[in-house]
T-cell receptor
Framework: NAGVTQTPKFQVLKTGQSMTLQCAQD?????MYWYRQDPGMGLRLIYY???????DKGEVPNGYNVSRLNKREFSLRLESAAPSQTSVYFC?????????????FGPGTRLTVL | DQQVKQNSPSLSVQEGRISILNCDYT??????FLWYKKYPAEGPTFLIS?????DKNEDGRFTVFLNKSAKHLSLHIVPSQPGDSAVYFC?????????????FGDGTTLTVKP
């Protein structure tokens, strides 16, 4: 039982390049989320998916797109990377009827855009 | 406007003493509050939560207190241990909204000195 996995762990891009961050969970959770964390700040929600087949914008969606490929996988795409997107990206999942309402996080992807 | 605020970026306590981490929120719609713990280079992990119908929840050395009238919650760790040194994030959500989205504070870095 791996929980939430993310690939890659590290990535360096040049301005204007594109890339996709992958996330998968094996807990059969309905909801999945993408966050970014900048130094000294909390986690800010980029996009989320309440269930398979649905996606919605979070607090900071500009410059990103997402795909909920199936119940397990939720990917985040940067079409044209900018230095302002240098951050650590976390994927999370949650069971809809959780007793504690908690989210389970992956280990993160550290992205640098030059 | 930040809806969840952790006004102390850092806290240092002696091993065996009590650690008190504070969190304030502004949105009256929030009715579920969570604390997460984060070690460097790892994703956040769920620690403890409380719903708005309670004013206290305890789990071992960790207790969360909620003061709804003041829109304030606190996490007490007793006794503090060196392994508790981490960044602690407060998060809040409104159960009535979809997908269990959470809003996070900026975090408090706790250092427990041996």
């Amino acid at each position: 039982n791996a929980g939430v996995t993310q690939t890659p762990k590290f990535q360096v891009l040049k301005t204007g390049q594109s890339m996709t961050l992958q996330c998968a969970q094996d807990m059969n959770h309905n909801s999945m989320y993408w966050y970014r964390q900048d130094p000294g700040m909390g986690l800010r929600l980029i996009y989320y998916s309440a269930s398979e087949g649905t996606t919605d914008k979070g607090e900071v969606p500009n410059g990103y797109n997402v795909s909920r490929l199936n119940k397990r996988e939720f990917s985040l795409r940067l079409e044209s990377a900018a230095p302002s997107q240098t951050s650590v990206y976390f994927c999370a999942s949650r069971e809809t009827h959780s007793s504690y309402n908690e989210q389970f996080f992956g280990p993160g992807t550290r992205l640098t855009v030059l | 406007d930040q809806q969840v605020k952790q006004n102390s970026p850092s806290l240092s306590v002696q091993e065996g003493r009590i650690s008190i981490l504070n969190c304030d929120y502004t949105n009256s719609m929030f009715d579920y509050f969570l604390w997460y713990k984060k070690y460097p280079a790892e994703g956040p992990t769920f620690l403890i939560s409380i719903s708005s119908i309670k004013d206290k929840n305890e789990d071992g050395r960790f207790t969360v207190f909620l003061n709804k009238s003041a829109k304030h919650l606190s996490l007490h760790i007793v006794p503090s241990q060196p392994g508790d040194s981490a960044v602690y994030f407060c998060a809040a959500s409104a159960q009535s909204t979809n997908a269990g989205k959470s809003t996070f504070g900026d975090g408090t870095t706790l250092t427990v000195k041996p």
